[in-house]
């Protein structure tokens, strides 16, 4: 376990050692560089970024596992910065923590968001063909027709569990359809992604944070489906994201079969685990603020997409991606905080989401909020993510569907949370309407 006392002895050799001129050494103050940090109940923690916040520079927190260590960046205006400054904070080492080993990206492929320019801007001008408003428009019918379903089959069998009964199904379902994977192999692969993403989180104290090892045969199983559909629409193309993806010819390449096998895990990962806990929080939020609840069902039409960005927001779904620094650079400009050339910085998104210097009482859940500008998808940039247009989507059709179906849906009691430095996760939330 990564306690603050035994935190990894930093030599002078080593580019994350903490500098002075980035002087804000975690101190006494929170660790968020231990595990049991993401197990306190979530306003000590906010009170903890607030904290941090009000620092002069970015705090330093040094990683027991990995022996170095990495500034937090904590506040909205310094997360735009890295995330829009991508020449000097690269993703090319790793966003995700631990960094992925070498030999599983020579395996699996590397994933665009572990990319940098050039070979990032190729391949999301590959994959951004498939999101262009002409897919996208075709996509919102089946959004609406899963979602539909999906609150048809609630009405039927009156399920206990919202997260695994709609709001898993709803994003693994459209992504699936997006990308022509038939309904056969759709079980096994829900599976194998579950099985893949098990070991997320800190739910027991003497793991570390992302143990990804016993997920690597399930993701192995996964892009091999994928990488079969993916031969064989390229003999046959359909109407769908793999025949584009297969088939497509950005500056003479196309996505080889590693690379889409790595880009449907991505979206899995990305694109699934975020709305779906998007969505859980959303109707979490709205039963435990019934006021906003009132003034959303008031006006549906104008307040839905009001509330999808506040429900962003509030709950985060990602909490953090890292960047490595190419070179040294002053945070803020001339003058500002010293990071040096090597070192990582966390980009907290869920920090910037509560910036009092950006968001008036940034605690309160407003769905009226104006405006509303989260770092939730990201600060911009390269990497700003490429469904956020999509996600708003899926989680607006399906909460008009809800609520205009089953004015009366909440949830009930708590919601059974993930302790995790990664993403907000909600594993199970009981609901009745
Ligand atoms: C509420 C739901 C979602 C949230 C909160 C979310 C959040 C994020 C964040 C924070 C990033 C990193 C941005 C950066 O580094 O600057 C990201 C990247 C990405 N997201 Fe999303 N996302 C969501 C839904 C989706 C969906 C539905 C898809 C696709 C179907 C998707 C696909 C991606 C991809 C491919 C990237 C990597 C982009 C790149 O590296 O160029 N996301 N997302």
Redesign the pocket.
């Known amino acids: 376990m990564n306690t603050p006392a035994e935190t990894s002895p930093s030599t002078s050799a080593d580019p994350a050692v903490p500098n002075p001129a980035a002087s804000g050494s975690a101190g006494s103050g929170p660790d968020l560089a231990d595990p049991r940090f993401w197990q306190l109940p979530a306003a000590v923690r906010s009170a903890a970024f607030a904290e941090l916040r009000r620092r002069p520079a970015p705090a330093y927190f040094g990683e027991r596992a990995t022996g170095r260590g990495f500034h937090a960046l904590v506040r909205h205006a310094d997360v735009v910065e890295a ?1 829009r400054t991508p020449a000097v904070f690269l ?1 090319g080492p790793g ?1 995700t923590t631990p960094e992925p080993a070498r030999w599983v990206r020579v395996l699996f492929g590397d994933s ?2 572990n ?1 940098d320019a050039p070979r ?1 801007a190729q391949l ?1 001008r590959i ?1 951004s063909q498939a999101f262009t408003p002409r897919l996208l428009g075709r996509v919102e019918e089946d959004v609406h027709r899963i979602a539909t379903a999906l609150v048809d089959e609630v009405e039927r069998s009156r399920p206990e569990d919202f997260v695994g009964a709609v709001a898993a199904q709803l ?1 693994f379902q459209v ?1 699936c359809t997006m990308m022509g994977i038939p309904e056969e192999p759709r079980r096994a692969i829900l599976a194998l992604v579950d099985r893949s993403s098990a070991d997320i989180g800190v739910a027991r104290p003497r793991r570390r944070l992302r143990v990804p090892g016993r997920g690597l045969a399930a993701l192995a199983r996964m892009q091999g489906i994928v990488a079969g559909i993916g031969r064989e629409r390229r003999r046959r193309p359909a109407e769908d994201l793999i025949s584009a993806l297969v088939t497509a010819d950005v500056d003479g390449r196309r996505l080889t079969g590693r690379e889409l096998g790595a880009f449907f895990t ?2 899995l990962v ?2 699934v685990e ?2 779906r806990n ?1 969505l859980s929080h959303g109707l979490h939020l709205l039963t435990a603020h019934p006021e906003q609840r009132a003034l959303l069902l008031g006006d549906l039409d104008g307040r839905l997409d009001g509330a999808v960005d506040e429900i ?1 927001r509030h709950s ?3 909490i953090q ?1 890292r960047r490595t620094l190419a070179m040294d650079h002053e945070l803020g400009g001339p003058g500002g905080p010293l990071l040096r050339a090597g070192e990582k910085v966390a ?1 907290y ?1 869920g920090s910037a989401n509560r910036d009092e210097t950006v968001f008036p009482d940034p605690d309160a859940f407003d769905i009226t909020r104006s405006p509303n500008p989260h770092l ?13 247009h ?2 708003r989507q ?2 607006a059709v399906l909460l008009r569907e809800l609520y205009t179906r089953l004015p009366a849906v909440r949830s009930v009691g708590e919601p059974d949370l993930v302790p995790s430095s990664f993403d907000h996760r909600i594993r199970s939330l009981r609901f009745t309407f």
């Open positions: 995330s993703s966003v665009m968001v990319l990032h999301r994959v994003p992504i991505l979206l990305a694109g975020t709305t998007a962003v985060t779904p990602i991606f980009l998104y939730g998808f990201g600060g911009g940039g390269p990497h700003y993510c490429l469904g956020a999509l996600a899926e989680m």
